[in-house]
């Protein structure tokens, strides 16, 4: 991967990182399967106005929106509000990379070199390592929760790099429209019409700003401008080259939530969040002279 690409994954890495403690903050006023279904709706609404839909077949576009918008949000938001502390859902989620690379291998047959299989056991090591340390802060199934949303989010990324959409941008627009009907659909369901409509009523307070500032954070930069870039890149690169970058997530997530939450970090986490980064640089070098056309093939949107 090319220098400049790598650290688009890395920016990536960090938007996401943050995004931890600002979903926290959302989902102290909003309830989790309503704010998947607000979420998405901000961004579906002028979408389906505005911008033309992706190129690619029905199929993916449904498949990337079922992945990463309703499976991955749902679960992860449920899982928080099962009582995930927001550090700790960063490090679960990341088990994301090595379900992407095994349902790539398996479903794309793109081939998993010695150097990536090594440089992601070294980086699951070092979240393993995380995950046992904090284990004892979370329940059993906020963390069965959160692992059944990087289950999502691999699903939602293999399919993106089936889908091969011309224009990232419009592809993760366009995505967002999948989970609107279904999730709000859960959400009276399971939620109820009161609940909802007390987070809406009194969404304007001083009292709801943070969570709001934090909702905000989470469609525009976490979603728009964040999932543009990740699926650009993997427009180009195979999926087992771009996932291990979200390893890196949880070395940001952990940081942000000590910052704001004052969830403290040890020095087991920090040699383990060290381990992470080392098997993200590992397993993203690719000795490849030919790829250096990517860097024609690749236009980042602006956004």
Same mark, same amino acid.
């Given at each position: ?6 650290? #688009?994954?890395v920016?990536v890495a960090? &938007? ?5 403690? !600002?979903t %926290?903050?959302?989902l =102290?006023?909003f309830?989790p399967?309503?704010?998947?279904a607000l979420r ?6 002028p ?7 992706p190129?690619i077949?029905l199929?993916w576009l449904i498949a990337v929106g079922?992945g990463?918008g ?6 992860l938001y449920?899982?928080m509000a099962?009582?995930m502390p927001?550090?700790l859902?960063?490090?679960?989620l990341?088990?994301?990379?090595p ?9 794309l047959?793109e081939r998993?070199?010695s150097?990536q299989?090594v440089?992601?056991?070294i980086a ?6 995380i995950a046992?340390h904090r284990?004892?802060?979370? %329940? ?6 959160t #692992?059944?949303?990087?289950l999502g989010?691999?699903?939602?990324n ?12 419009h592809?993760?627009?366009w995505?967002?429209v999948?989970?609107v009907?279904?999730m709000?659909?859960l959400?009276?369901?399971i939620e ?8 809406l009523?009194?969404s304007?307070?001083p =009292?709801?700003?943070?969570?709001v500032?934090? &909702?905000?954070?989470?469609i525009l930069?976490?979603t728009?401008v964040?999932?543009?870039?990740w699926?650009?890149?993997l427009?180009?690169?195979?999926s ?5 970058f979200?390893m #890196?997530?949880?070395?940001v997530?952990?940081? !942000?939530?000590w910052? !704001?939450f004052g969830?403290?970090i040890? @020095?087991? =986490? &920090?040699v383990?969040?060290? %381990?992470v980064v080392? @098997?993200?640089?590992? !397993?993203?070098y690719r000795?490849r002279?030919r790829e250096?056309?990517? =860097?024609l093939?690749l236009?980042v949107?602006?956004a």
């Open positions: 991967m090319l220098l400049r690409h790598r650290l #688009l994954a920016l960090v &938007l996401w990182g943050v995004n931890f403690p !600002a %926290a903050l959302a =102290e006023h309830p399967l309503f704010m998947v998405f709706a901000i961004i579906a609404v979408t389906i106005i505005f911008i033309p839909r190129k077949p199929r079922f990463i309703t499976m991955q949000f749902a679960f449920l899982g099962a009582g927001s550090g859902a960063s490090i679960v990341q088990a994301s990379a379900f992407t690379v095994i349902i790539a291998g398996i479903w047959r998993i070199t150097r299989a440089g992601i056991a699951v090591l070092g979240l393993a390592a046992v284990s004892q802060v979370a %329940a059993l199934l906020p963390v069965v929760l #692992l059944c949303g990087a989010w691999a699903i939602g293999v399919s993106t790099r089936r889908a091969q959409a011309p224009n990232a941008l592809l993760t627009l995505m967002s999948v989970p009907v279904p709000l659909i959400s009276l369901l109820g019409p009161a609940r909802i409509g007390d987070s009523a009194t304007f307070t =009292e709801a700003l943070p969570a500032l934090g &909702l905000l954070y989470v930069i976490a728009v964040g999932y543009s870039i699926n650009n890149l427009s180009v690169y195979p087992s080259t771009v996932a291990p979200s #890196l997530v949880p070395v997530g952990v940081l !942000a939530s910052i !704001a969830q403290l040890d @020095g087991v =986490e &920090l383990a969040g060290g %381990a080392a @098997g993200v640089l590992v !397993a993203s000795r002279v250096a056309s990517a =860097e093939a236009t949107p602006a």
